[in-house]
């Protein structure tokens, strides 16, 4: 595919490069409007409690302080995706130590900062739930008393303290165990990590006189934040206007409503523009750091190394509040599947409520910690069958036109070509090169999201091209990928794409900039757009050059008709405007959605993942005999990203999927007691540096979707999916050490050890 | 045809209301950016010399300033519409007093005022050349040496000082006069008037790293202005954005770069946000006011009343710089024609240089101008045979199905209509009611200017509409008559259309808001996304309730089947958006350009009017029998609306062009005296107020366009156009002297009267 295309498989700098080379891209956190007030938001320090007064009149007095608000200034309405459970602020009712109590408006940051300390809060504690296994316990009591009666999706289960309990089951686990020659049994735990984006989430609201809303903010999802502000503000989300000014990165922690309903509230009390920002701490104690997971998994397998059933189970804290729980725990059923073929499956999901902050969404949620499960799980079979762990794998991997675990046929399949030239490339045949180091491997599958795209297109008088698309590019380059679509099917370069974004006026519905999909779906709709313009181009071309539209070739800007007759894109764009019209299209694309019904057994409705992908890490490291700590030599991905858009942005999601998969492996946690975060703060919070990152190599395997553009499929967040499982694998090669709990520090190693080396 | 229709045809309050009324909406002159700098321009008081010496560097040393530019900063290029004549600077000779010398750009308007006072300049005064008889004058200097090497349309007849002649020819002048009974010779001559919006010309200019600069300005035309700037800027057109927040007012005067130019140019050069607006000096001196305009008519008529011939020429000043002028001069051969059929034509228009501000379009260009000579000189050709004026005008008057005078076919004309109704609500039968006063009457006719509109929609999830064109809303409501167009299509309230408008990245193209074009141009490209729009809905209702598509209604926002079947547009677009791409569309309009190619004759091609409106208007006026005061009791307007899109917002149209009539009829004339402006200020130029516009009664005509949305016309400009005829004759009739010299003044005609009365 890629011989015969001009823009789409080529290395091409990213369309935002100069903005944020030079350091002069707007984001939200730079955003302004003359006048603009600053907010800040009073959080509760207590996990779980009662809010018995709370008295904001000597905060409202303070010099610049425009608007203190509470839960008594805002309409009584229970928010959220799939379960109604949130609200703006506590009530009644303090469920986790993060929780908002207030906010406020002022001139400057800093005076809103000494309002906040002038607010006085009564409070009276109460015992709080602080893991899962405290929220199961028979008798807990529960975190939302009032549960049953959430509005919530039909389709979860919810029951107490579970908002929802996913399951799949696939032939007779029970008869699966029965005919296995041997039956693993092993539980993982995964802690929560931080999305850790560079940019803090950031909002600056307006009200016009019309009673409608704009909000610049940095979500991922400017039509779900609308969604969410259209219930929270009681209007209708036509008068939001939510607007994405550029994102300094997400990975899943900016999907939803962060701070732009304070920045909206404020602004609507004080009648001036409200910025809301929020600082390492907030995002430490209340943001939507991914969930921490506790999986049990049982797998039986024959003598020789197939494996005939598992039974697994995911538990998700999801904190206080449902948020993407629900929709996770489903997923993770078809993570702990893992990509391998398993005739006899009993997978169940849960999200599970506890008194801490509403965990959520990150990068291939769900994936990492299923998959640090199953391929460690995998390893540890692998050796106690005394079977090569990348031989065995290949024995039970899916394989071309074979049905994933809900039913879907898989269409290219390039797990196999994955697997091995990852492991050709790590130098497999040498799996323990030398006393404390040792390689690791680790493979995996994960979904293109699908959702709506559409696009508006225009061709601009000079001959480029004007791209109206509802995603936002949260630095992943993927609208460069979806450009690269529309200028290779329009015969123009990239650098003739102009591009405006992710406002949900002026751009047409994006389900948004989740899930791996950007690229993968607005490419596609881009490539609808341009068949309809590239009719519209051959038509008036045709007419104008007298030709028939078969005598026309259309590239590189120019509408050829032979014998030196010829037109290009700008005079046909230019004669359009001055006489037909203009040359304007729009296209939309949608791929099923996930979960979606192609299968519903008990009321459970099955998940799948849409144009998959495969992927396999191999990690070469050593283990400090002493210390235990961790080196990482080497790092290969070799990943099946059906077709390589561009291959340069391509790696660099490689490269940094796989640098905070290394966090999560090896240092990264929000550690908690008694329900307060310890380590509030990026000294304590410790994120891989550019020291502690290896150089990642990224082997592009190319088996072309069937629906993806040119074959594409997602390919932002699988890097993010496998680096724990291959370095607890590695260390696991390395030392004969087998760490179950993340991360995998030098402190669990060393007292793991069963004797310190000589 | 608004029988049956339920938004369309309604008085319904305009969109934009709610920011007009209480003061919120964001103008381009209130337009603000963080960190902005304020731009002034230092301009010539002398009206032709060499420009010797200008010296900025004491200027440049002053607190606060960022940046002086002149010439030598600004690349070396001519721009221009239709004769590229026009520099941002002069740079070697100045041509009239207001010509721009150079610019500052500081930290406050005071700084940057105090600036330009610092810069020195040094210039050598020639003779100028201050009005169109010195221009025609054999020998005569010439206002550009180079004008032969200037890039020009090649429609255009240039010579010397002469821009442009156009002509148009029909049947045989000469012989016309010899078959007539009595042939009429007369001179009229007008004078410059300011369009008098209320919001100065302001824009605000940035540059982002990738070398793009956005504008934010009160154009009416933002895809002219990006052509224009990246002449002047050198850089592609899709390298500008221009954006348009608001404008409070444009008739015209806001069609060309004003402010914009040396926002960007002020800008690129400090690397700051940098906002210019102009003073009312600067409006009154160097804006695009009205071109003065002199008309020799001669007309043969027979006995009996019928016109056989006319022999007419307009000279308009177009002042330093061709400007608009050259197409204004063409539209002007079908103005001196004037709404009647007469057999034979030599008409022409001519566009003189002199060492003036750059005179442009004001609200129907010539209209005014050669309607004041035509249907001045109708009534004293009326009175000299004998005949009641009204009756000498509809023996003439063109019917529906004849040619125009260039010879397209009149449809839909109303004028017959409009003079009777015009008439008998006045009380034409009593036309000197009293000593000293007397009624007046005349009528016209104009084009809807053609030009392409493209739109895009969209259906929100709560079933509104998102409406992306690229017109901007000038203060006329026009987009709120596009609106409705729109919603009637769709079945929606207007208040569920939310529009985003002009914006050259984000809106397709639109030919602008200019020529009485917007409600009917962008009002049919709604029509066709309606209509895609509808198709899209009815498949997926069809498929969604499992019936046919034949069986569904479509109305009120709800799809119904029958049987209580039923999904409302919320529904049915959150569906979409689910699952189905996402319900949007595009529509494109074109009507065909004026001038356009139906005729073609000694290389001068022949306008047409598109759309045609026909109008009459009536006056009831007092003449104080000593001051020569004129006093207007009543102001009757009858216009052929076509279809009356929206009855209030029409009225006010009428409103307000018969105020700017009544101005320049009576008492407005930016006066000069040696190429200065005397009168520069809004003291000394005289704009009626309130207590000066008598209540103008509306009578709306409705012959249906068959092009039209609903059969609606162009309704903007016209009102503006028979004011001083109407006026004039009125006054000749009220006291017997006839004014051949806009405006009429106390003065004039207290002076003109043969003696005073007792």
Redesign the interface.
Known sequence: MSGATRVVGRSLPRMDA??K??G??IYAADF???GMLHGKVLRSREPHARLLRIDVSRAAGLPGVRAVITAADVADVRYGGSVKDEEVFARERIRFAGQPLAAVAATSPEAAAAALAAIEIVVEPLPAILDVAAALAPGAPLVHEGWADYVALPILHRERNVCNRARIVVGDVERGFVESDRVFEHRFTTRSVHQGYTEPRAAVAHW????HVSVWSNTQLP?EIQ?TL?EILQV???GVRVIVPGVGGGFGGKLRVGVEHFAALLARKTGRAVKVMTTSEEELTAAYARQPAIVELRTGVTRDGRILAREGRLWFDTGAFAGSGPGVASVATLMLAGPYRIPNLLLEGYAVYTNKTNFGSFRAPSGPQANFAVESQTDIIADALGLDPLEFRLRNIVREGEEGPTGQVLTAVGLEECLRKAAAAIGWAERRPAPGRGKGIACGWWTTTG????V?V?I???G?V?L?TGAAEIGTAALTGAAQVLAEDLGVELA?I?V?SA?T???????GAQGSRTAFAVGN?CRAAAADLTRQVLTLAARHLGVEESALQMQGGVVTAGEGRRATLAELARL???????L???G???A??TPYDTKRVEGHVYPAFHSPSFHAHAVDLSVDAVTGEVSVHRYVVAQDVGFAMNPTYIEGQIEGGVAQGLGQALSEEILYEDGRVLNANLTDYKMPTAVDVPRVESILVQHPSLVGPFGAKGVGEPPNIEPPAAVANAVASATGVRITDLPITAEKIALARPERPA
Chains 1, 2 share one sequence.
């Open positions: 100069p903005g080379v030079t002069t891209a302004a409007l003359p016009d006189s019309a009673g039509f969604g259209s209708p989300s036509s959702g709506s795209s559409g508006y225009k601009n008088p000079d480029t004007a109206n003739d102009h405006v406002d006026l002026s751009t047409p519905f994006d389900f709709a359009s405007q001055a006489s037909g019209g203009g304007i299209a729009h939309t694309f949608v099923p959605p």
